[in-house]
């Protein structure tokens, strides 16, 4: 690659930007995407500290009354992308898709503050009422039963959209019958063996078609819905989210939020034991109505040591799991475990390497002591982007850049790596 690799970055997210919002990529995902805004906002604040506020703030212009932040914004209607507007029928202003995507933007704004001046805290200042109300409806629209353990509706809404992980919840989906002749525009950019199969497809289109047939009354698709699994990504991304809206809230003075966030963090900790499947000895995803587990270990299961969620035990046995994967897999850290008879390297969420989760997870694991873990996650990712360039997600074996190309998020993880390393 020519060019400095930094500067390559940015021009990836200036190229990327459509005017106060970044698209994850062009051609195959023409929209703003809720968790890819908030990462772009982490790479923009590295240089541009005003669009990287404004990206956080377009997005939660998007917002639902209830709370809930929408996992895509339409605002436009982009015959390059399906399913759009049109299909989920949100009957919001803008239209949105019908559910939401992991809760980073409270870590990324915390970030933000800890790295910035009095712009950044007072820019914080005005995003906390949202950022709180977004968290609110995570508790509440997801978490029915009040158990603590919050549950997703869609794979989209976990953001690792085929993971092994979903396989059994989606097994009981009884495909819609009436959902037509539709055309996958995906296929038309990346090659169909790095994305969902078909049959994912029919699934996934089959749970929106429920939720616009009820209105997108969250309540109710929550709890009579044909698809809720306990995701230890979206709990883990919560529960660490969840910390930093606590210590935002305390940096601004606002002390009438702090018993609530605290309960919601107890809550959740206590909640989380109950994802440990003891038959593989680690976190899994779990579905809601009947306890089944999840049988492998995923990424999304490292997120304990950034939640602060396990046990001292526990986190031994996650680095003595994590250890072993990458003895097989080249390229920290495989979404899904390479000694499985679901991994497939280069398929979106069942093998690849993805940049974010090597950054929350190396984050995770620094805080909680297992320094080498997390420095060979940081040398992986720089090595995957400088050696097969700015892809969507890498193949863990060979390296091979996957899916979509000059991708935002990875270029905004560049960034915020080569500020802590000798990246020019
Ligand atoms: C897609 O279209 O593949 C997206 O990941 C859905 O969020």
């Avoid at 929550?222 to 990504?233: E, H, I, M, N, Y």
């Avoid at 702090?258 to 959740?268: D, L, M, R, V, Y």
């Avoid at 920290?332 to 000694?339: C, E, H, L």
């Avoid at 497939?344 to 984050?363: F, H, K, V």
Wanted: aromatic share 12%; net charge negative; hydrophobic share 35%.
């Amino acid at each position: 690659m020519s060019g400095s690799f930094k500067e390559k970055a940015k021009s990836i997210l200036k190229s990327n930007d459509r005017g106060g919002f970044t698209v994850p990529t062009s051609n195959l995902y023409p929209y703003q995407w809720n968790w890819d805004s908030a990462f772009a906002a982490l790479g923009f604040a590295t240089f541009d500290r005003n669009r990287a506020w404004c990206e956080l703030e377009l997005l939660f212009e998007a917002q639902w009354e209830d709370g809930m932040l929408p996992h895509i914004v339409f605002r436009n209607d982009d015959p390059r992308y399906f399913p759009g507007p049109s299909f989920w029928q949100s009957g919001t202003t803008p239209p949105t898709s019908g559910h939401s995507q992991p809760p980073v933007t409270a870590s990324i704004v915390w970030s933000l503050v800890q790295s910035g001046d009095h712009s950044d805290l007072e820019r914080a200042r005005k995003l906390f009422p949202s950022l709180l109300k977004f968290h609110n409806w995570f508790h509440c629209a997801r978490d029915p039963d009040g158990t603590g353990l919050i549950g997703i509706i869609h794979p989209w809404e976990s953001g690792r959209d085929n993971s092994p992980d979903w396989d059994f919840g989606m097994a009981g989906i009884e495909v819609a019958d009436d959902l037509g002749d539709y055309k996958r525009q995906d296929t038309n950019f990346v090659d169909a063996e790095e994305r969902p199969t078909s049959d994912q497809y029919d699934r996934y289109l089959t749970l929106i078609k429920f939720g616009r047939e009820h209105n997108w009354d969250q309540q109710l698709i929550t709890k009579k819905g044909p698809f809720l699994v306990a995701d230890p990504g979206i709990n883990f991304i919560l529960m660490r989210a969840d910390r930093d809206l606590l210590q935002l809230a305390g940096r601004l003075g606002i002390e009438d939020c702090k018993e609530t966030i605290e309960s919601w963090i107890a809550k959740s900790r206590e909640a989380c034991r109950s994802l440990w499947n003891p038959d593989i000895e680690c976190y899994a995803a779990r579905d809601m109505r009947s306890g089944q587990f999840s049988e492998g270990i995923s990424s999304a299961a490292m997120l304990a040591f950034y939640a602060d969620a396990g046990s001292e035990r526990e986190y031994e046995k996650l680095a003595r799991h994590a250890e072993e994967i990458l003895q097989i897999a080249k390229y920290a850290f495989p979404s899904w475990d390479p000694r499985h008879d679901r991994f497939d390297s280069r398929r979106y969420w069942r093998g690849p390497t993805w940049a974010i989760m090597n950054y929350m997870i190396a984050e995770g694991m620094a805080e909680q002591g297992f320094d080498d873990l997390a420095a060979r996650i940081h040398q992986d990712t720089l090595q995957l982007i400088q050696t097969s360039g700015f892809c969507e997600y890498f193949d863990p074996i060979t390296g091979d850049g996957l899916g979509g190309q000059l991708f935002t998020w990875t270029a905004a993880i560049l960034l915020v790596l080569a500020d802590s390393s000798s990246v020019k």
